[in-house]
């Protein structure tokens, strides 16, 4: 069965750092597109991070220079290291596999989410 | 950035009733598009992607049409486990963006 499940969320103070971790089984993080999306309390979803199976990554604009999104592929786990936290960063965070339907890239599994609020 | 826009916020229905949900786009998309699903507490799910194919496991009674900037989902008749949020996306470029969400509540 393919299953994603997220770890590490929590507390921090503005200014700080949080390193989520996402866990995979049933399938290969290395050889997919793996994502980190992110839903605000009470708004719609955000898509943070994307690092492709052949190791590039992209960031949304308003993470950029602050999250960094990396795999360990002994532990087939995805991470997203995020610093320099700011209030609007609270939220949960998915993580997501991409997968080709058809002629797109979709997301067809994500995990339960971990909650980040960042407040002092 | 490409922008989604749902409409309309809410839809209030009653089961067994047709609920037609719209996303448009701020510029073409092609048909490079999916629908999601989300319950509370729960994660997304896929619902439609290519704007009008089902995904695994998805009931006839969920379906998508359009191309370019306008497009709909239509669930032809409410099933009470259908009251939820739907959200839009497309991935045509980076970053793959979603519209705001429509919630389809019980009238």
């Known amino acids: 069965e393919v299953q994603l499940v997220e770890s590490g969320g929590g507390l921090v103070q503005p200014g700080g750092s949080l390193r989520l971790s996402c866990a995979a089984s049933g399938f290969t993080v290395s050889s997919n597109y793996m994502s980190w999306v992110r839903q605000a309390p009470g708004k719609g979803l955000q898509w943070v991070s994307i690092?492709?199976?052949?190791?590039?990554?992209?960031?949304g604009d308003s993470v950029k220079g602050r999250f960094t999104i990396s795999r360990d592929n002994s532990k087939n786990t995805l991470h997203l290291q995020m610093n320099s936290l700011r209030a609007e960063d609270t939220a949960v965070y998915y993580c997501?596999?991409?997968?080709?339907f058809g002629s797109g890239w979709y997301f067809d599994c994500w995990g339960q989410g971990t909650l980040v609020t960042v407040s002092s | 950035e490409v922008v989604l826009t749902q409409s309309p916020a809410t839809l209030s229905l009653s089961p067994g009733e047709r609920a037609t949900l719209s996303c448009r786009a701020s510029?073409?998309?092609?048909?490079?598009l999916a629908w999601y699903q989300q319950t509370p507490g729960q994660a997304p799910r896929l619902l439609i992607y290519d704007a009008s194919n089902r995904a695994t496991g998805i009931p006839a009674r969920f379906s998508g049409s359009g191309s370019g900037t306008d497009f709909t989902l239509t669930i032809s008749s409410l099933e009470p486990e259908d009251f939820a949020v739907y959200y839009c996306?497309?991935?045509?470029?980076?970053?793959?963006?979603f519209g705001g969400g429509t919630k389809v509540e019980i009238k």
């Open positions: 996306q497309q991935r045509s470029n980076w970053p793959g963006t």
């Open positions: 690092i492709y199976s052949g190791g590039s990554t992209y960031y």
């Open positions: 997501a596999r991409e997968v080709y």
């Open positions: 510029q073409s998309v092609g048909s490079y």
